[in-house]
C-alpha cells in the first residue's frame, strides 16, 4: 500500500476536474490518497472530486482548505456551518477527515487558519485577500477563527505506531517559503499559515508533514522533519507545480 499526496486542485477550472477523471482506475486500488484541501467551494463540485476519487482508492483523507469554506456562491451562511458540511458529507462517502492507521503508520489531519503569526497583512491583502469577502466567520477574526480551528484538532496516542504523519491545508512554517521568492509576492505570507501547526507537528512526533495553500511544490527537510507540498495548482502554474498526484510514502 502507498501514500499519494495532492492539494489544491481547484476544480472550478474544467482542465483541472477532467485532469482528476483521466486518472488510471486500476494504478491506485490498495493506496491512500491524502487531499489536502482547496476542491472547490461549490459543494456538488466537490462531490464530483468524491465521485472520481473514491472509485480509485482503498482510502481517501480530505481536510479542508480556505477555498472549501468560502460560502459566498453557496447560501452566504456562516463558514463553520459549510465545514460541518463537508465533514458530514465526507462521513457519507467513508472518507476520513480524522487520525487514520494503516498498519504501523498513523496519519493525522490537522485543521488550521492562518492567524498573523507570519506577519500583519499589509493594505494590498486586506483589500484584495478573497477569503475575507467569501468567508462568513460572524464576526471572528483570523486569529480566533485559528483559534477555534485549533481547538478541534485531535492529538492522538502516537505510541506502537512506527511512523507519524501530519497534514494540514495550511503552511506550517515561514521558513519553508524560498528565500528567493519575489518581494511582490512576499505580501502574502500572513495569510499561509500558522505556527501554530508547528507546535501540533511537533508535539506529534511527525516525521513527515504534507500541506497545501501556497500553490509552490516543496520537499525540504527541516529539524528532522521532512515538508511536502504537492499543489495542482491553477492551470496557468504550470511552472510552479507538478501536476500530479505525488508518491510520498508506502505504508
Known sequence: MRLFLGSDFHVDYQENLDWLRALSRSEFT??????????????????????????????????????DLWTSRSGKGPSFDKFETLNALCRGYGIETGPLAVGRTL???????????????????????MDFYKCNWQGLTPP????????????????????????????????LMPARYPEKHKALFPVL?????????????SSKHFYGHSHLNRNKVIDGVTYINNAFGYPSEAEISAKTILHVADL
Open 144 to 175: 480566533e477563527v485559528a483559534a477555534r480551528f485549533d481547538a478541534m484538532n485531535v492529538i492522538p496516542e502516537t505510541s506502537g505506531f512506527e511512523a507519524v504523519y501530519s497534514v494540514s491545508h495550511f503552511v506550517p512554517r515561514l521558513d
Open 193 to 205: 499559515g500558522t505556527d501554530r501547526l508547528e507546535a501540533q507537528i511537533r508535539r506529534l512526533g
Open 30 to 67: 490498495d493506496d491512500v490518497l491524502i487531499v489536502a484541501g482547496d476542491l472547490s467551494d461549490e459543494i456538488d463540485l466537490v462531490k464530483a472530486c468524491f465521485d472520481e476519487l473514491l472509485p480509485r482508492y482503498a482510502k481517501l483523507v480530505f481536510l479542508p482548505g480556505n477555498h
Open 107 to 129: 496519519i493525522v489531519p490537522l485543521l488550521a487558519w492562518y492567524d498573523y503569526s507570519f506577519g500583519e497583512p499589509g493594505p494590498t491583502i486586506r483589500r484584495g485577500w
